[in-house]
């Protein structure tokens, strides 16, 4: 693959860093408060916590073992679920159409998890794990939109109230591209660590 086609790529991808979607989904959070839709804000906490608390059990039960010659599934794409879920909740949650919302959050799931592939970060399996996880948190966040739709009787919320968030998620993601994250690392050893004594191994990790 060109080098020039593969900055491209990565460029892209570094928009799902944990470094830019902790800040976006605080942003989301605050938006949430502001527009008092406390139900659908604790409905959403619930499914962060569920998406990235399931990316890390999944990361620290494969990765325990490192990695084993044909092993295909070792590192489930964090990175997928991520983006998928951060970027699909947002249009979900400030869209007038949530299945539309979801749509296109397939759509940054198949993006997202090819660009780990061309990469060689991930293998084809790691990011369909990830992508997985993250439209699960999608649909089930849909789902609660549309009850909010139906059972809401607040008023409609003004328009410059989106349009201000997307530009501040905007201004916050250039702002911070770029900068990596440590987490995978610290997961990585976290697990080599302290999971794979736990685990019945094929072979015995040596940790520094």
């Keep these: 693959m060109p080098d020039g086609l593969v900055s491209v790529i990565g460029f892209f991808s570094d928009f799902g860093d944990e470094n830019i979607l902790w800040p976006v989904m605080a942003l989301s959070s605050f938006l949430l408060i502001v527009q008092g839709r406390r139900k ?6 619930a499914l962060v ?24 599934l070792y590192s489930p794409s964090g990175h ?22 979801f749509v296109v959050a397939l759509g940054i799931a198949l993006l997202a998890g090819a660009a780990r592939v061309w990469l060689h970060v991930h293998s084809i399996v790691e990011v369909c794990v ?22 809401s009787l607040q008023k409609k919320q003004p328009e ?21 994250s440590p987490a995978e690392v610290w997961l990585e050893y976290f697990s080599h660590r302290f ?3 736990f685990r019945h191994c094929p072979v015995t990790l040596q940790v520094a």
């Excluded at 998406?51 to 073992?65: D, I, Q, S």
């Excluded at 997928?80 to 919302?101: D, E, I, K, N």
């Excluded at 201000?164 to 990596?180: D, E, K, P, Q, Y």
């Design 40 to 45: 659908i804000f604790f409905q959403w906490l």
């Design 49 to 72: 916590i569920l998406v990235f608390g399931a990316m890390l059990v999944l990361k620290l039960r494969f990765e325990a073992c490192g990695r084993i010659p044909g092993q295909n």
């Design 80 to 101: 997928t679920a991520g983006t998928t879920f951060v970027y699909g909740s947002m249009l979900v949650l400030f869209g007038r159409l949530p299945m539309t919302g």
């Design 130 to 151: 990830g992508a997985a996880v993250g439209l699960l948190g999608v649909l089930l966040l849909v789902l609660a939109r549309y009850r909010e739709m139906q059972t």
């Design 160 to 180: 410059w109230s989106v349009v201000m968030f997307f530009a501040a998620v905007l201004i916050v993601a250039l702002s911070l591209h770029g900068l990596r």
């Design 195 to 197: 999971v794979a004594p």
